[in-house]
T-cell receptor, first 111, second 113 residues
């Protein structure tokens, strides 16, 4: 059965710290891995990764995929209180009609 | 472009009542997905629909839950005879079929009292 595991489940840091969130997966016929940020309401799309080793970057956020070791990381540098959210990792495969989500990492950034 | 619209945002039902959750996908999107999020858990797939068709309902509980996406109007997720365990946030997502950019609605938070 397809599986997506995120770690840590929760993380508390101070403003300015750098954090790394992990997502490992087991899925057949992998198509893409997606990262979402969920604050109070709907998840918002951050990145979609399909190829190994190519870093995607958006401001202080970056992400990379390792298809050999079956994991992805999401980095946030110089964290701000507005980065506090649940970060969800999801995997899309050619087999399924949906994305499989991990349980999320709850990030709290303290001033 | 209004994005994915879900309503109501909050719904309170007594045990045994019916809950109807609505989702209007983004303009031009014909693929709709429903997810359920229990407290402290990730999103769990429920059902995937295209217009007038249920493509995959492997995540739907076998009883009391049904979904439709009619030719006209929003997609509806219907929960009959609700129980306390149905309390959750229900999210709808849509995409246009050729891209992977799922867009989520703001969700409906169902509370069963």
């Amino acid at each position: 059965e397809d599986k997506v595991v995120q770690s840590p489940l929760s993380l508390v840091v101070h403003e300015g710290d750098t954090v790394t969130l992990n997502c490992s997966y087991e899925v057949t016929n992998f198509r893409s891995l997606l990262w979402y940020k969920q604050e109070k309401k709907a998840p918002t799309f951050l990145f979609m990764l399909t190829s190994s080793g190519i870093e995607k970057k958006s401001g202080r956020l970056s992400s990379i995929l390792d298809k050999k070791e079956l994991f992805s990381i999401l980095n946030i540098t110089a964290t701000q209180t507005g980065d506090s959210a649940v970060y969800l990792c999801a995997v899309d495969s050619y087999n399924n009609n949906d994305m499989r989500f991990g349980a999320g990492t709850r990030l709290t950034v303290k001033p | 472009n209004a994005g994915v619209m879900q309503n109501p945002r909050h719904l309170v039902r007594r045990r045994g009542q019916e809950a109807r959750l609505r989702c209007s996908p983004m303009k031009g999107h014909s693929h709709v997905y429903w997810y359920r999020q229990l407290p402290e858990e990730g999103l769990k797939f429920m059902v995937y629909l295209q217009k007038e068709n249920i493509i995959d309902e492997s995540g739907m509980p076998k009883e009391r839950f049904s979904a439709e996406f009619p030719k006209e109007g929003p997609s509806i997720l219907r929960i009959q005879q609700v129980v306390r365990g149905d309390s959750a946030a229900y999210f709808c997502a849509s995409h246009g079929g050729s891209d992977y950019g799922y867009t989520f609605g703001s969700g409906t938070r169902l509370t069963v009292v």
